[in-house]
């Protein structure tokens, strides 16, 4: 399991990952001597992929780029919008090739090392890649959610670099502008007047064309998707000047601005977001910072459920929080209406009202993943989230509406946690966790909080992500499991009618098994985590465990506990569709969570028990297996459904322990039998054991 060690080193601060993956080859081969670990900006980027000496590749598309040790530069600008995070930095000498992206994956890092602009930082352990055409430094293992890139920030308060000033000839988004391709990642600013040109359309989202009149064929794209959640002004408006971060993707090159103050412009303020922070609260962001006159003067916010704003209070310099008296319940839709705001920078006041849609109220986990009856009602029918957007159930959805969802932290696989709420709704339909997806800080487990985004179905489990705000508000600690049995925890329906109790009643909840047996269920075993029976001493439910984002360790045997093995097993309930049967699969948060209650073959583990599985069921292939309290004489056959012997699967005498076996449907001539239901009866101990499979062709 990965862990997180923050260590004082004089005025730095380092982030330590410990993690097998620190195996890579270090940059840009092991020859230290010729080829230096620490590399400048510009001497990383003029180099890349040529055949110099010592020159850094990224590798054909998808492969394993070269590591780099020690890449310093000052931080210029973060990406903190979910759900991939990047921290931008540049050389201070400023330049041609004097920028890089660091993408950190599904970690937001500047809480974590408390980053800031003007802070002259480190990338002490990366690869190098390229992404869209833009040159980027990730984590080497390449994990969303838990990278093990390494950052370390030397000392703050260090001057930006100057920026690359040009004109929209010499900032065009054109992928062929050889003037612009040496300031990605690098700040940048687009001298003006331009005027604002094209807005709005599919290949726009966030974002405008503008131009300036003298040469009106050379638009400059401008981006306001990546850094901020500013509004793209209208069409027609005048921008003065725009500053920025240089980009690259795959339509051309473009300039991302990292807030209001890089944009200087004649446009009132906009609204960029609105959600529920408490049944009785409202907080109201908007795109750059605005008066606090205005902002706190209740007569510019109306409400469309007819309710009151009874205050407004600053929350920083560009968000406001409303306290309003309204009869709406907990996930009715709400729509405020903003006007009269003055922006700060311009003095511009808005004077066309603004609409922005959302939920009131916090919604309980439970809440949030009940089903929707439309969807139940579907033919087929499908069992997803109340509240999230279309698609879905076997595919990544769409978002729904903003909302406000409150829960305790029950389990964290990297970026990616799981809640459920302190005391369970009734009815079963609403006894329901959720998953919170990559949020901007990380969360603590036991701890509740408050979080606003929006849910969407992934692949059947109902997901909440494009977190915009998290608050903590207490530590409850982590509630206890719910003791549950293979054959519910792992029983699939939709349930159209919502009175069969099913794991879909479950999903994302804490579980226990308990005094369940480890077994291999397929052959080979799996990797990604182990399969468990019972209950004893039939052992006729099987269930698999997953070792998400690798918390038990690497997928190797080694990590999880032998065929064989009693343990209790304590896990949240996961659905997945990534395999060739969905399933429910339960997710130990750590080895903590397995319980060896006797190991493989220890003593008297089974002892006065005889057991016998045979699975999966249908196959083509059966596998077996048993366990022998004591030595015996064994003999394990195959029958037809009028009692013949078919084939013989283990006969002899056998010692105490764990066997498995299995049967590729030969009969006793080593023909293949025909499909059809067979039997199989295990005689040992004086005792027999019968159990049944359907053969498939």
Not at 25 to 31: E, G, I
Not at 154 to 169: E, K
Not at 243 to 255: D, K, P, V
Not at 558 to 585: C, E, K, N
Request: charged share 15%.
């Amino acid at each position: 399991m990965r862990k997180l060690l923050v260590t004082a080193l004089g005025a730095a601060t380092m982030l330590i990952v410990a993690s097998a993956a620190f195996a890579f080859t270090s940059y840009p081969n092991s020859d230290h001597v010729t080829c230096t670990d620490t590399l400048s900006i510009i001497r990383l980027k003029s180099l890349l992929n040529t055949a110099a000496s010592c020159a850094p590749q990224t590798g054909a598309a998808g492969a394993i780029g070269d590591t780099v040790n020690g890449v310093g530069g000052i931080i210029t600008g973060f990406d903190e919008n979910p759900t991939g995070f990047d921290v931008y930095i540049q050389q201070s000498s400023g330049g041609q090739n004097s920028g890089i992206d660091v993408f950190t994956h599904g970690t937001n890092m500047r809480p974590v090392y408390n980053f800031q602009r003007g802070d002259s930082i480190r990338v002490e352990f990366a690869r190098v890649a390229q992404f869209a055409g833009d040159t980027e430094l990730e984590a080497p293992n390449n994990n969303f959610s838990s990278p093990n890139i390494v950052l370390r920030k030397i000392v703050s308060g260090r001057p930006l670099p100057g920026f690359f000033s040009g004109n929209t000839t010499d900032l065009n988004e054109l992928p062929t502008n050889t003037t612009f391709a040496p300031y990605v990642s690098a700040l940048v600013r687009l001298t003006g007047p331009v005027r604002v040109a094209r807005v709005g359309d599919s290949n726009l989202f966030k974002a405008c064309l503008v131009v300036r009149d003298a040469a009106p064929s050379d638009s400059v794209f401008l981006d306001f998707g990546k850094l901020t959640t500013i509004v793209p002004p209208a069409l027609g408006t005048i921008l003065t000047q725009v500053s920025g971060i240089g980009n690259e993707a795959t339509r051309g090159f473009r300039i991302m601005p990292r807030d209001a103050a890089d944009i200087i412009d004649n446009v009132p303020p906009g609204v960029s977001d609105a959600y529920s922070i408490t049944d009785t609260q409202y907080r109201v962001v908007f795109d750059r910072d605005v008066t606090v006159g205005t902002a706190t003067n209740t007569a510019n916010y109306t409400l469309a459920s007819f309710g009151t704003v009874n205050s407004a209070v600053m929350d920083g310099t560009s968000a406001v929080i409303l306290n309003v008296t309204t009869g709406l319940l907990d996930g009715s839709q709400e729509t405020i209406q903003v006007n009269g705001i003055t922006g700060v920078a311009n003095n511009k006041t808005m004077t066309t009202p603004v609409n922005s849609t959302f939920l009131a109220g916090l919604l309980t986990t439970g809440q949030m993943s009940s089903p929707n009856p439309d969807s139940l009602a579907a033919n087929p029918c499908h069992d997803k989230s109340n509240y999230a957007g279309a698609l879905g159930q076997f595919t990544n959805g769409l978002f729904g509406p903003r909302s406000t969802v409150t829960g305790i932290v029950t389990g964290v696989f990297g970026n990616l946690y799981y809640m459920e709420d302190p005391t369970p709704l009734s009815p079963a339909a609403d006894h329901r966790g959720i998953t919170v997806f990559a949020p901007p800080v990380a969360l603590t487990l036991g701890h509740q909080y408050v979080i606003a985004g929006a849910s969407e179905e992934f692949f059947s489990e109902n997901e909440f992500a494009s977190v915009q705000y998290v608050r903590d508000v207490g530590t409850p600690g982590v509630p206890a499991p719910i003791k549950m049995r293979i054959a519910l925890a792992s029983y699939d329906t939709c349930d159209a009618d919502q009175n069969i109790n099913s794991a879909r009643d479950y999903l994302s909840e804490l579980v226990k098994l308990q005094n369940v047996k480890v077994v291999q269920r397929f052959i080979p075993l799996p990797t990604t985590g182990f399969h468990v029976a019972g209950p004893a001493p039939l052992y006729p439910d099987t269930m698999f465990c997953e070792n998400i984002n690798l918390v038990l360790g690497p997928n190797v045997a080694a990590s999880y506990p032998a065929p064989g093995t009693l343990v209790d097993v304590t896990g949240v309930i996961h659905y997945t569709t990534s395999t060739s049967t969905p399933s429910f699969r339960v997710a130990p948060r750590s080895q903590a969570d397995i319980v060896i209650k006797n190991p493989a073959g220890v003593g008297s583990q089974f002892a006065g028990a005889l057991s016998f599985s045979a699975f999966p069921n249908p196959a083509r292939t059966v596998n077996f297996q048993f366990s022998l309290p004591r030595a015996t004489q064994v003999d394990l056959g195959v029958y037809d459904i009028f009692g013949r012997h078919v084939a013989t699967i283990a006969t002899g005498r056998m010692e105490a322990g764990i066997y498995q076996k299995s049967w590729s449907g030969l009969n006793a001539s080593g023909k293949q039998v025909r499909s059809g239901m067979y039997f199989y009866r295990l005689h040992a101990n004086g005792e027999v054991r019968t159990t049944r499979t359907v053969i498939t062709d």
